[in-house]
């Protein structure tokens, strides 16, 4: 059964989501506004948590709740990071980084953020103390293309590694937390019929763990120059440094889905309607799709 979170307002183009680790709520992004709604499981409608703009967050993107209950949020080609209470939503920490930047997605491990740069091929480490510190440029993956576009990123191995998408070069990159090197991850099809495109290349956007597996908010690109936008399933190699494409589902263009969180026993994919934004189609109302957590073999 599908469900669809509402995000209340028009022009929201949500980009983020993340959960709670009490199980129930979940954090949504708008890039367009800066807003961050709050959801429940089986509440249809999502509430205003953060107002667009306050604390001089006019843009939100990737976001993830620490161990101690506070919601980081990157703030996109602002070039900031904010850290909130989600008890009170107070503002505890807004840190910039030196321009350009644009920071997008984030995970935690250890006790460390680490963030990703749309702009830089770079990955920012934050000290998570009784303080959020400031961000360092902790990581400069090594040849991830012309146009990198450092994108989603998760945990793995209990922090131990991170595994990172370059959406504009269409590869992934496993990380090795201690040694503080990036390798690319050889990405193969466990079946050819499963895969239609030469090579596997993974345009990943958010990314998500469940079990032993990896989803992908995912677009392949067409020789027209334009996309289609998919759910790939990913199952690492107890390495890391290969993967198995062992799944596709293929997502509305109009919904243009971003990134992912799991929550229950459903996938919520965010749709963004970034693509609508572009070509004047995009309308009220915006969503978040709870959907079951699709079957691999």
Not at 247 to 265: E, S
Request: aromatic share 8%; with cysteine; net charge negative.
């Amino acid at each position: 059964m599908l469900t669809d979170y509402l995000l209340p307002g028009d022009g929201v183009f949500p980009e983020g989501i993340t959960e709670d680790p009490d199980g129930v709520r979940f954090y949504v992004s708008s890039y367009a506004q800066g807003t961050i709604f709050r959801g429940r499981l089986g509440e249809p409608e999502t509430e205003v948590w953060l107002a667009p703009g306050t604390d001089g967050r006019t843009k939100a993107a990737g976001m993830v709740v620490d161990p101690a209950g506070r919601l980081l949020v990157c703030g996109g080609d602002t070039g900031q990071l904010f850290g909130y209470d989600t008890t009170s939503g107070a503002l505890l920490a807004r840190h910039p980084v030196p321009e350009p930047s644009l920071l997008n997605d984030v995970c935690v491990a250890g006790g460390y953020a680490y963030v990703t740069d749309s702009v830089r091929p770079v990955l920012w480490r934050v000290p998570l103390g009784e303080e959020i510190g400031a961000p360092e440029e902790w990581l400069t993956v090594p040849d991830p293309g012309e146009l990198p576009y450092l994108n989603g990123i998760v945990a793995l191995d209990g922090g131990a590694t991170l595994l990172v998408a370059a959406q504009g070069s269409g590869t992934l990159w496993w990380v090795d937390v201690a040694a503080a090197a990036a390798e690319q991850v050889d990405v193969a099809a466990a079946a050819a019929e499963q895969v239609d495109v030469g090579g596997v290349p993974v345009n990943g956007d958010g990314l998500v763990v469940v079990d032993d597996l990896v989803y992908v908010c995912d677009n392949i690109d067409r020789p027209d120059g334009g996309a289609d936008y998919v759910l790939t399933a990913l199952r690492p190699a107890p390495d890391r440094r290969s993967a198995a494409l062992v799944g596709r589902w293929p997502q509305r263009h109009r919904d243009t889905p971003t990134t992912v969180a799991h929550l229950g026993d459903r996938l919520l994919l965010v749709h963004s309607q970034f693509a609508g934004q572009h070509d004047g189609t995009a309308a009220a109302p915006f969503v978040v799709r709870a959907i079951p957590v699709p079957a691999v073999a």
